[in-house]
């Protein structure tokens, strides 16, 4: 389970007619199969009961993508940035067709956006009753991955020139002091967090049954120093405050050994912190320890605003068809209520969505299964 930042802010707004809150949520659909789970996600914000969701829902629909790209020279315009900040408490994004060559004048859309709010940590939680290791055994994990959000080589600074041997291309990697910080700041807080909601479980309830730990995952043997600042900077953190000290583990993993730690035996991490690099492919991977990338879901998150994707691509390959899994996209949704406040009526859609899952009958292809993607959508706010 998500769980909010101390640093939660909202901007939920008074009816002034009637004196209920109101939460505004911009929708992104963007590229592929974006514009069929973002409309799920929707679907299942809106089958809530007002006794878990006491607001008036509205949504705006908001324009990206490369596919508006092609269309209008702009990936992210900036109509869509200034209905977000003005306009929204929050916005869902679906996802991307970014495309793999050069496209002059092109730039990610999530990326500009994430940089543009200031969405500084991308948030992902890997949770299973049932993980499948390399080993084939089946293990429990209950996972938080922050990854940072804003620099590494997402800077998006490559030239390419030329030598006697040929071409060659170059790209530059920031890593700073101030990002480094407030990612630690975010995965030692959560881990406490984290712990705070365990506490109020039964021991043989909770999947994880130890102090909170936070792993700092790195390559500095190899860059020392680009990632010997970043574990330098998440240390200090650890270091510099006493509650962190008395109450959190801390461990540190080269980033080639966390992979492989984490397909053996994932149950051994509480919070993972790594740089935007290393938390995009952790991220992606650890989705194959509870089935599909289909099921995983992402906030990015700041100090005021958060935006819910879905840690799944485009998928071109199946988009239109109807049978894209719109889990992952739902359980952004449910990150982003509870980022704004709304624990209970994310707890429903948790719920909701646990108990298809547990049934099994339910279940789109990527999880063997023959369920459209509005069956699934269905069954979940039958549940609701």
């Known amino acids: 389970m998500f769980v909010r930042s101390v640093q939660t802010a909202t901007r939920r707004a008074m009816s002034t007619t009637t ?5 505004t949520i911009g929708l992104i659909p963007a590229d592929g199969i974006g514009r069929e789970v973002i409309p799920a996600a929707r679907q299942v914000l809106e089958a809530l009961p007002k006794d878990a969701l006491p607001a008036k829902l509205d949504f705006l629909d ?8 092609q269309k209008n020279g702009v990936a992210l315009p900036e109509e869509t940035l200034a209905a977000l900040k003005d306009k929204c408490d929050g916005a869902l994004f679906g996802a991307v067709s970014s495309p793999s060559h050069k496209v002059a004048g092109y730039s ?9 709010m200031d969405l500084y940590a991308n948030v992902r939680p890997v949770i299973s009753g049932a993980a499948a290791t390399a080993s084939g055994e089946k293990r429990a994990i209950d996972m938080l991955i922050i990854r940072e959000n804003t620099e590494c080589l997402y800077i998006k600074e490559e030239e390419q020139g030329s030598d006697a041997q040929g071409k060659f291309a170059v790209a530059k990697r920031r890593i700073s002091e101030f990002a480094s910080r407030r990612a630690g700041e975010m995965a030692f807080s959560m881990a406490l967090q984290r712990d705070a909601m365990r506490q109020q479980l039964p021991l043989a309830e909770r999947t994880w049954k130890s102090r909170p730990k936070v792993t700092i995952v790195h390559k500095s043997n190899v860059l020392s120093v680009t990632d010997g600042l970043w574990r330098e900077t998440v240390r200090g953190v650890y270091n510099g405050n ?6 959190v583990d801390v461990e540190e993993q080269l980033v080639d050994s ?20 290393y938390g995009d492919i952790i991220s992606d991977g650890a989705a194959a320890l509870v089935g ?12 005021s605003f958060v935006v819910g994707e879905p840690v799944h691509g485009s998928a071109p390959d199946i988009a239109g068809k109807n049978i894209a899994n719109p889990i992952a996209a739902i359980r952004s949704a449910a990150m982003l209520l509870e980022r704004t406040g709304y624990g209970s009526a994310a707890l429903a859609i ?22 459209t993607t509005n069956e699934v959508t269905d069954t979940i706010c039958k549940l609701l």
């Open 19 to 23: 004196g209920a809150r109101s939460l």
């Open 62 to 69: 908001l324009d990206a993508g490369f596919e508006y790209f």
């Open 108 to 116: 990610s859309p999530i990326v500009g956006l994430r940089k543009k």
């Open 242 to 247: 006493e509650l962190y000290k008395n109450n």
């Open 258 to 277: 966390m992979v492989y730690r984490m397909f053996r035996e994932p149950e051994a991490f509480d919070v993972v912190v790594a740089p935007n690099m």
């Open 292 to 303: 599909s990338l289909g099921l995983v879901p992402s906030a990015n998150v700041g100090d």
């Open 350 to 371: 948790y719920r909701a969505v646990d108990k298809v899952l547990e049934a099994g009958q339910i279940k789109t292809p990527d999880l063997g299964g023959k369920s």
